[in-house]
């Protein structure tokens, strides 16, 4: 890329909205989601059309998880804020360019899980008011982006097992599977029996501390390609410690709010390797300030996903093709997480890899109005 993050915000511009539609759609997932606090079997996420004058529109998609599973936001608060609060206020309002809009967007201390929707439909109806792709506005290389199974806690080791042969994993460039306290030599011992030499790595969800290094000085003998957020998102210093003592890189996710946050952990020594999510991170612009310094320091990335729905997946998958990101992405095929999506066409696995059409994705309108359950316009 021969631009920089910032230059190419105020590049982009004047940005306007004459009007924002916000949904909430419910769609239902093909198993069960676990989470601490219960079992969801429904994807509700809010998405946000946002249309210039001029008619180009975009699309967003808020997509935090219900119960605080992995952050504190919700379908609920992310709804309410959006339309009681973000909406509202950059609606009708002249933005110079996105950099204006981002610096809006920050002051009104809203979540980063909320205004996503609204940052990301806005580079959406950039690309089109330009009649580039978004990743080509990006600046993204056209290439396969490889896809990576990823698989959540189950009751047992043999359901873990029949889950993987569920979904097919040898279609798939690499594993991820779930561990928390108390479950996790044992479901790598047995995935490592079924799968050997097959790019496999854990993913804490930051349920272990220090305390628990023997554990991962265990895992360290089975050749992963990393440890993710093993321990809390702010335990910098724990993370620092743990890479200290143990070969397998260790990987960021819940600790990689904001580039600053991403500069903070790599100069500790807490990763060796950055996910990047642009739900939690805000959108676009903070997640090419992240590859940026990442780049800088030599530390690979990879595209992370809640999993959003269609239209999140699509943005994902808009960055992912970024050379910087040397692992397979969690995004996965439509019909993995959910019985139907709002994309057309919907994204599928080549030889484990997805490759965006060259018209892009679109929204189905008539699966919006069917999984739609709340709407609102602002404008
Ligand atoms: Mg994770």
Not at 151 to 175: F, H, I, M, P, S
Not at 309 to 338: C, N
């Amino acid at each position: 890329m021969s631009f920089t993050a910032d230059s190419l915000a105020q590049s982009c511009g004047p940005v306007r909205f004459e009007s924002i539609e916000l949904r909430r759609v419910s769609i239902a997932m093909t198993e069960p989601f676990r989470i601490s606090s219960g079992v969801v079997s429904t994807k509700d996420a809010i998405l946000a059309r946002v249309q210039e004058k001029s008619g180009a529109f975009g699309w967003g998609e808020s997509s935090s998880m219900p119960g605080g599973f992995y952050s504190s936001e919700t379908p609920d608060s992310c709804q309410a804020e959006l339309a009681g609060k973000i909406a509202p206020a950059v609606c009708s309002r002249e933005f110079a360019n996105m950099a204006a809009l981002e610096r809006f967007l920050l002051d009104l201390n809203a979540s980063r899980f909320s205004t996503v929707a609204i940052e990301s439909a806005a580079w959406e109806m950039m690309a089109r008011r330009r009649g580039v792709s978004l990743r080509d506005l990006l600046g993204v290389p056209d290439r396969r982006i490889a896809s990576g199974l990823a698989v959540g806690l189950q009751d047992t080791v043999g359901a873990l097992l029949q889950t993987l042969v569920k979904w097919n994993v040898w279609d798939y460039k690499r594993v991820k599977i779930k561990i928390k306290q108390g479950h996790d030599v044992a479901l790598v011992t047995a995935v490592r029996e079924m799968l050997p030499g097959f790019p496999l790595f854990v993913d804490a969800n930051a349920d272990y501390s220090i305390r628990h290094l023997d554990v991962f000085k265990e895992l360290d003998r089975f050749g992963m390609l990393m440890f993710e957020q093993p321990f809390a998102g702010h335990d910098l210093e724990g993370l620092a410690e743990l890479q200290r003592h143990v070969r397998t890189p260790v990987c960021i996710d819940e600790s990689a709010e904001s580039a600053a946050q991403v500069k903070r952990a790599i100069e500790m020594g807490a990763c060796r390797i950055v996910n990047i999510k642009l739900q939690r991170v805000g959108g676009f612009l903070e997640a090419l300030r992240i590859i940026e310094v990442c780049r800088q320091h030599g530390i690979p990335v990879w595209m992370g996903t809640m999993p959003e729905l269609g239209i999140g997946s699509a943005h994902a998958l808009a960055l992912a093709s970024h050379t910087q990101f040397a692992y397979p992405t969690d995004v996965e095929p439509s019909s993995r997480w959910y019985h139907d999506d709002l994309l057309t066409p919907a994204i599928e696995l080549t030889s484990g890899c997805i490759k965006p059409p060259t018209a892009g994705y679109s929204v189905d309108p008539e699966k919006l109005e069917r999984y739609t359950t709340w709407r609102e316009t602002i404008g």
